[in-house]
């Protein structure tokens, strides 16, 4: 017997439903027998009166659900603004974000930060160990990953599609479990609340430009009381004879381009006024950095001004000018292994007079060399203790 | 015959990638579609393409047989304009980064000024331009062996720290006697500007036997040759208004003297010695294997040495004389000549 007649036996029904529907179709002959049974006295009746209606359908009437309204574009304005937002990348790095915030960068984190970052205990490393092996293997997420392509050293080559934990979790899990330890070893620092997934946008003027600042921040940690000023006022006079980075021929604009679709409304990302900001945790959640450090320590600077002012203008109702009482904030920046830390104080709003803000910063840490499995183990290489020292460091400020 | 068609339908495919878009136009000759922001303005993001493989962007038939397959290449939108201030000032140029531009076989840089970044394609050796998008560069210090520049990688860290390197882009003095033109009738250059590698002049500026690239033909119109590999021009002469230029292929042309030029020649002078290496690799480059009836002549063909053509003038063409009509449309066939399809039968 052949395979082909069992293979293609699924077809002959649909040939004979397809015979059903053509003979269907007659043309049905008058044979006389109606006139002969009415002659008999005999009633004959069409079939359709005896047969329909067979029985009553009843139908049920849904109204459909309203349409959705189209998202409202914002309406093109005449005055252009440069909107910031996270994917802004600072060309010439930290120098044209100082000229862009009006601020003075101080390398080193200040001495109040150093003080509190003591040396981790043996226990406290191997906790932290725990938290990035939690975070970058021994977590259960599986998610189809970004596809990778190297065009330069290996044109045309599809690599395999990998399965993992997708960066932004991976960040977000390591910087929670971070946060459970230091809340154990800070006293106090239960006290705080941390926010997650905020956006915070504030307005400024630029000499003759409008720009905007628009951030996502991972997590905003809130406390209940305002960090203390960490230069006074007769230091913070002493900035204005500070001189700014040139950048010739760049404007310090360069790499945004100005938009006129935008929104002016201010908003800081955490609704209440009571909750004052402590540390911001930004991350970088590109799989690839396409920014080299100088890039991402100018976009940290940015951050931390974005969310100070947008603080500093919802507490103090402040459009432009000098603040009354500075405001301080720290950030964490993080790209995979990469943390950058820094502290700023924002003393003005006025981004193009005399007296200016200050960011006290260093080169990024790695936390760790390499965390990946070796021969089916879990291997963490490379750990650097600074960085949880600092952040200790950080978290004890109050 | 099939060759003449094939031709013209290539150029009407090409004609039908000739770009242009808001400020900065760009031509390209490449079998690509590109998509370009929905507003329009220039970029220096890589452009998303699709691919056609050989075949004629309207018709859709193969035109270009050898083509299809390989790596997708991105665009880069390259800004080929170069002008600066007429008012006797220079426009510097801040040079970010030297990139690989996968559709060219220059490297491009990445400019800036004010608020543009723009690539240039990439200049002489050391110079690149603003941080619009990228240019085709010279890089002719990587010519002699021994002056310990080979690759992007060496020039880069020969670049001054803070990153002040830009070409700066002499203006057009049509005003100011002194200095560029005269009005005597002919053509006398009063003052020449000395030429700095990666600067871009207008060639009537420029010195006798001076090397350039990234040449226009038309004043405003963009940079139009020498924007391969390694390749320059050479000032030779002025006759009359027109400044001539020898080309790569040792072809002659004279130009309006305001057109743009680019001092020095174009980056990643190696590349024709690079050899493919492979049959695959040339697939990876996007190219169909060929019958491999073609051979390339040897000696024995003989030696072909044919004169150079005449110097071929650019310019303003006089302004053509309207079309007049002289019949009435009623004169003509009752009926169609051409038939609206193809079709034979």
Redesign the interface.
């Known amino acids: 017997m052949r395979v082909t007649e069992l293979r293609f036996a699924q077809n002959i029904g649909s040939h004979f439903k397809a015979l059903w529907l053509i003979q269907g179709k007659k043309r049905v002959s008058d044979t006389g027998a109606a006139a002969i049974l009415r002659a008999k006295g005999v009633p004959v009746v069409h079939p359709q009166e005896v047969l329909s209606p067979a029985y009553d359908r009843p139908f049920e009437k849904v109204d459909l659900l309203p349409r959705l309204e189209p998202v409202k574009e914002l309406e093109e304005k005449q005055t252009l603004c440069h909107v910031f937002t996270n994917k802004f990348s600072p060309v010439m790095g930290v120098s044209q974000v100082q000229l862009i915030t009006n601020s003075v960068v101080r390398s080193g984190l200040p001495e109040t930060v150093l003080e509190r970052a003591v040396e981790n205990t043996a226990e406290e490393d191997e906790k932290v160990k725990e938290a990035i092996l939690h975070a970058y293997l021994l977590d259960s997420k599986q998610i189809k990953l970004t596809r990778v392509l190297d065009v330069i050293n290996r044109p045309g080559w599809i690599y395999k599609r990998e399965y993992g934990i997708p960066v932004a979790r991976r960040h977000k899990t390591l910087t929670y479990q971070l946060l459970l330890l230091l809340d154990h070893l800070v006293p106090g620092a239960a006290e705080r609340q941390l926010v997650e997934d905020t956006i915070t946008t504030a307005n400024f003027n630029h000499s003759d430009r409008l720009i905007q600042t628009k951030h996502r921040a991972a997590f905003i940690l809130s406390s209940p009381n305002p960090l203390p000023q960490l230069l006074d006022n007769e230091e913070v006079k002493s900035l204005e004879e500070e001189t700014m980075p040139d950048i010739y021929p760049l404007s310090p604009f360069i790499n945004c381009r100005a938009i006129g679709n935008y929104s002016l409304e201010d908003s800081y990302g955490v609704g209440s006024g009571h909750l004052h900001p402590h540390t911001i945790f930004i991350h970088h959640n590109q799989s690839r950095m396409p920014h080299s450090e100088e890039h991402f320590n100018g976009m940290t600077l940015l951050y931390a001004f974005s969310h100070a002012a947008a603080y500093a203008k919802q507490i103090a109702k402040i459009e432009n000018g000098n603040l009354e009482k500075p405001v301080v904030v720290q950030v964490v920046h993080m790209h995979k292994q990469h943390f950058h830390m820094g502290v700023f104080q924002l003393n003005t709003l006025n981004l193009t007079g005399l007296s200016k803000n200050i960011f006290w910063t260093q080169p990024w840490e790695p936390l760790f060399g390499k965390c990946c499995f070796q021969a089916a183990k879990p291997v963490l290489e490379g750990y650097n203790p600074k960085v949880f020292s600092l952040l200790k460091g950080l978290h004890a400020q109050c | 015959m099939v060759s003449v068609m094939a031709v013209g339908s290539l150029c009407r495919g090409l004609g039908a990638l000739t770009l242009r878009s808001g400020g900065p136009s760009l031509t390209t000759i490449s079998f690509t579609k590109h998509s370009f922001q929905q507003d329009g303005?220039y970029t220096v993001k890589p452009l998303k393409t699709t691919k056609l493989g050989g075949r004629d962007p309207e018709t859709g038939r193969i035109i270009v047989g050898t083509l299809g397959g390989?790596?997708k290449r991105n665009y880069r939108w390259i800004d080929w304009f170069r002008y600066g201030p007429k008012d006797g000032t220079f426009?510097?140029?801040?040079v970010?980064k030297i990139l690989?531009d996968?559709n060219r076989s220059a490297r491009i840089a990445l400019v800036?000024?004010?608020?543009?970044?723009s690539c240039r394609s990439m200049m002489p050796s050391s110079l690149i331009y603003s941080?619009r998008l990228w240019s085709l560069g010279v890089l002719s210090r990587f010519g002699p062996p021994d002056c310990g520049l080979h690759s992007i990688s060496d020039l880069q860290s020969q670049l001054p720290k803070p990153l002040?390197l830009?070409a700066a882009v002499c203006p057009v003095m049509l005003g100011a006697k002194p200095f560029y033109f005269c009005s005597n009738p002919t053509w006398v250059v009063v003052l020449l500007v000395r030429p700095k590698e990666g600067d871009a002049y207008p060639v009537g500026a420029l010195p006798t036997s001076t090397i350039v690239n990234c040449l226009e033909i038309k004043p405003g119109d963009g940079a139009r040759f020498i924007k391969a590999a390694g390749t320059g021009g050479i000032i030779m002469r002025r006759i009359g208004k027109k400044v001539v230029v020898q080309l790569p292929t040792k072809r002659e042309v004279a130009l309006d003297p305001e057109c743009m030029a680019t001092v020095g020649r174009v980056s990643n002078v190696d590349h024709g010695k690079k050899h493919v290496g492979s049959a695959q690799r040339r697939?990876?480059l996007g190219r169909r294997p060929a019958s491999g009836l073609w051979q390339r002549k040897t000696g024995y063909n003989g030696r072909k040495i044919r004169p150079l053509p005449p110097i071929k003038s650019y310019g303003v063409r006089p302004e053509e004389l309207p079309v007049m009509r002289f019949t009435i449309g009623s004169e003509g066939p009752s009926r169609r000549i051409i038939p609206s399809t193809d079709r034979v039968t």
């Open positions: 303005q390989g790596a426009l510097e140029e801040r970010i690989y996968p800036a000024h004010g608020d543009n970044l941080m002040v830009a697939r990876w």
